[in-house]
């Protein structure tokens, strides 16, 4: 599902990641931990192609990163679901219009997005908050939101960046179960975070990145 | 074809999300089109000028002695025929002999006891039309005529008058191409810093899997409707405005500014629709992956 | 006082942090103080026009018979210190069988025997100037002067000529006005915007317990420095698009665009900060709590 | 230092805080817990007076709410650190610049500033980031220079939302320890958090906050 082949990316400031190799199969559930400033976010900017490696290849969901055109980008991210670290909820639309996004994009016929929505809404405890804009959400709010929003659209591969930064200790168990029923049901899920008491013991896989690299 | 009214929809809604820049676009539309609108009639109004000129410029054309009052009548409808020519005024000798007593002060025939000033007619020129008047064709068609005996015309007067015109109608047009050109700059202008205001939503849009139609799609629906208000208020401001500008200049000079607020509207909603639009969609691109 | 050099070095900073946005208020001022320039130049220019139009009109005076020629003289210098005159031609009796000559075609002494044109002058008025000429009270002294017989002048004429002029001058003025009044708009539009993709900046600076001074010297500076930077491209490319356009102009009708360009750089420069520097103020006041 | 007398704030969609009684004494360190949307960022923003309450009273430093003047506020906060938790670093100039904002309106000399910045940055591990614009940093990068930027003035009042959420355990750590130190040379803190485990057994008081009340 998801392959880096001796990837390199480095920043003009320096920082980024360096020859990671890694392989990720359908449906697999795999944890990303390590230090801040180790490259985590870097790792998943790369496979959702925001950034393209300099070195090395990166295939996902049978698209390549060499000679990857913008034009194919929106057929790639229409497959993945991403939870961004620092949300990037549309400031000029409520929490509704938010989590509908990606089934508008998609297409989907008006009535189905509503209830789709709802129940989403629902699961996420924020029923209660469908017409408050972003920043009219507390931090955990936000945060769940976009979860809502990357999920809404039933993704082959969910990547989720630090998706409980914000959420209280219970918040958080209960999304990581979310997390492990759409797992069952086929996602990919790869998951970046500091919190490892939250995911160990839980039987998934669990990559290490220290200074850009990967550690096993 | 719900993600096409989808999009529609949110060209709409996008309007009264971003108020103050939808109402940014639209306030600079509706100024800079005004000030074309106002030029465009201001150059459809020049010609009054050079008519004004036209109406005071006039050929003499002295005739022979010995000819019929018929015959002469006969030569001022030939010369009236004349490409150019207005209007023709019959100075018998009868009429030649009282302007010479208003210019003279006294009476010819107590000078001289008889009538030796010729006949003539005064030739006014077309005042209308906004091609420049030559006046040589005019004079050659009259020396061939029989009865003309000597044409007096101030060759360099209308030359003049028209050189005048053409200068300013020049002026006229440099100022509406110029108004033009600031129209189009200050209104993308404009654009290029609403949508710079919202480039992370474009971004974030991006991010989300939208394909570059998808996010520049409302953003042409937007530009329709601004350019299609902004415009559209430039029109019926000044409409209102020459309304009652007529009023109150036709009260002072008896001029009137000729405009049809119609093909106006329509020339005004045309400009505004298409700088709009396209500045839009470029200004967009710009931060379209 | 490092408080206050840190400020103005924000002030500066602010320009190239904010390229688009700076540039964006420079060209948008550079734009519509272009038309302001223009504008009051054409203005300055407007009296041209009547100067050709008073060129064209004169007051013809006959004189009585029986004065010498240095009667006649004298009387004529008189004439050509009146108010509003321009300068006088003497026509004597002589001059006069030329034009009866030139007019009639034929020569007044062989039709007549002796001369009895009377002589007269050639009254032209004052050309410059600007404020409306009055004919009557010319008039009224020249017909206090015992010399004169009869005088002939078009009392039409003159005032159409001056009311076409002032309503001419009116329409300048009225654009002159109306464009300053858009650029008013159109630049503090365009701040507007530019400080409202910047507005979370302010929040955050009097968050951290930033005071309004302190949040809005920066923008001054910058205002300041936009509104003079505009200002001045507007003026050196009207003076080089006039300088160009003289030459142009001049080869055709031998008719030079009077200006000062140091006069109209410091307008223009004046608007332009005050503009610029106001809008800021204002635009900056409305995100500073 | 700090008292809240019977606050109550409601935002027009609902949410807020009500009847809060609170007294927070000079040099104290308090953590602030409780579940996502409770109320912690609500009344923070109440403390360091961006919302004034609807009802009751609040006292900070001898500022008082009622009757707060928008003049006035600017002469709180210069006494105040304020750790956001969206960070609301100013993304038009470096982590530098940033840092060293408070101390300019402050009005310190110049060589002071570059000083007092090199050291803060250095405490927080930053230095090799100086250069680095807000949006070139990670997510914990961005967190440690809120921080930096909060209480490179030497605060009176340390008000620290969520500091920790995208920090990895070892940073949070050290990032407690920090608080500690500036704590025992008395500057009071208040510290919102959903990270019990970070917190607890450290001796210092623990507030709860749910649904927008305090619970003891
Ligand atoms: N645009 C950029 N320009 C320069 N350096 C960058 C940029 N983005 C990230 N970096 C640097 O690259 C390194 C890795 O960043 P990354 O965001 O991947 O870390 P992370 O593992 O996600 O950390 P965190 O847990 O704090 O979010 C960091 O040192 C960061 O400063
Ligand atoms: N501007 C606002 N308008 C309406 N409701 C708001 C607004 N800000 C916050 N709320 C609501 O008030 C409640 C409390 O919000 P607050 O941000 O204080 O929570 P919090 O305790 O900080 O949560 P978190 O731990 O998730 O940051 C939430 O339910 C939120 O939806
Ligand atoms: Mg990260
Ligand atoms: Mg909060």
Same mark, same amino acid.
């Given at each position: 599902m998801i392959h880096l082949d001796n990837v390199s990316y480095t920043f003009k400031k320096g920082g980024g990641v360096t020859n990671v190799n890694l392989d990720i199969n359908e449906s697999e559930f795999v944890f990303m931990i390590g230090p801040t400033g180790s490259g985590k976010t870097t790792m998943l900017r790369l496979i959702y192609m925001d950034i393209l490696p300099q070195v090395g290849n990166i295939v996902v969901n049978k698209f390549t990163s060499s000679g990857m055109k913008p034009k194919k980008l929106p057929k790639?991210?229409?497959?993945?679901?991403?939870?961004?670290?620092?949300?990037?909820?549309?400031?000029d639309r409520d929490l509704f219009e938010n989590v509908a996004l990606p089934l508008h994009v998609l297409g989907f016929p008006k009535r189905q997005i509503t209830e789709l929505v709802e129940k989403s809404l629902d699961e996420f405890g924020l029923s209660n908050k469908v017409n408050h804009y972003p920043h009219e959400l507390s931090g955990g709010e936000q945060q769940r939101a976009c979860v809502a929003r990357a999920m809404i659209k039933d993704p082959d591969?969910?990547?989720?960046?630090?998706?409980?930064?914000n959420l209280d200790p219970v918040t958080s168990f209960e999304l990581i179960k979310i997390f492990e029923k759409i797992n069952k049901a086929g996602t990919t899920i790869l998951m970046a975070s500091h919190n490892y008491n939250l995911i160990k013991g839980r039987g998934h896989r669990i990559i290490e990145i220290q200074n850009g690299s990967v550690r096993s | 074809m719900d993600k096409f009214s989808f999009l529609i929809a949110e060209g709409f809604k996008n309007i009264f999300r971003h108020k103050l820049t939808s109402s940014a676009t639209i306030f600079s539309i509706f100024l800079t089109l005004s000030i074309v609108g106002f030029l465009i009639l201001a150059n459809q109004n020049t010609n009054k000028i050079i008519e004004?000129?036209?109406?005071?410029?006039?050929?003499?054309?002295?005739?022979?002695?010995?000819?019929?009052?018929?015959?002469?009548?006969?030569?001022i409808n030939q010369i009236g025929s004349i490409k150019g020519v207005r209007s023709t005024?019959? /100075?018998?000798?009868?009429?030649?002999?009282?302007? @010479?007593? %208003?210019q003279f002060g006294e009476d010819i025939f107590d000078l001289v006891g008889f009538n030796p000033l010729p006949a003539s007619c005064v030739v006014n020129v077309e005042k209308d039309g906004i091609e420049k008047l030559e006046i040589m064709p005019i004079i050659k068609r009259l020396e061939m005529l029989p009865v003309v005996d000597e044409i007096k015309y101030q060759s360099g007067l209308i030359s003049r008058i028209e050189s005048y015109y053409e200068r300013f109608s020049q002026i006229a047009i440099l100022c509406f191409i110029l108004s033009l050109a600031i129209s189009i700059f200050v209104i993308s202008n404009t654009i290029r810093l609403?949508?710079?205001?919202?480039?992370?939503?474009?971004?974030?849009?991006?991010?989300?899997?939208?394909?570059?139609?998808?996010?520049?799609?409302?953003? /042409?629906?937007?530009?329709?409707?601004?350019?299609? @208000?902004? %415009?559209?208020l430039s029109a019926i401001a000044l409409y209102f405005l020459i309304d009652y500008?007529?009023?109150?200049?036709?009260?002072?000079?008896?001029?009137?500014?000729?405009f049809d607020p119609y093909l106006l509207s329509a020339t005004l909603i045309f400009i505004g629709i298409m700088i709009s639009t396209i500045g839009s969609i470029r200004a967009t691109s710009k931060y379209i992956k």
């Open positions: 790639l991210r229409q497959k993945i679901g991403m939870v961004f670290q620092n949300y990037l909820l549309m400031n591969i969910l990547l989720a960046d630090e998706p409980t930064g | 004004y000129l036209r109406a005071k410029y006039k050929i003499e054309v002295f005739f022979k002695e010995g000819f019929t009052d018929d015959e002469l009548n006969n030569a005024t019959l /100075i018998s000798k009868k009429d030649a002999e009282k302007i @010479f007593k %208003s609403t949508i710079f205001s919202r480039k992370n939503l474009i971004v974030s849009f991006q991010l989300i899997g939208a394909t570059r139609s998808f996010v520049r799609f409302p953003f /042409i629906v937007e530009g329709l409707f601004h350019g299609f @208000f902004g %415009s559209m500008g007529n009023t109150v200049i036709d009260d002072i000079i008896s001029f009137k500014i000729n």
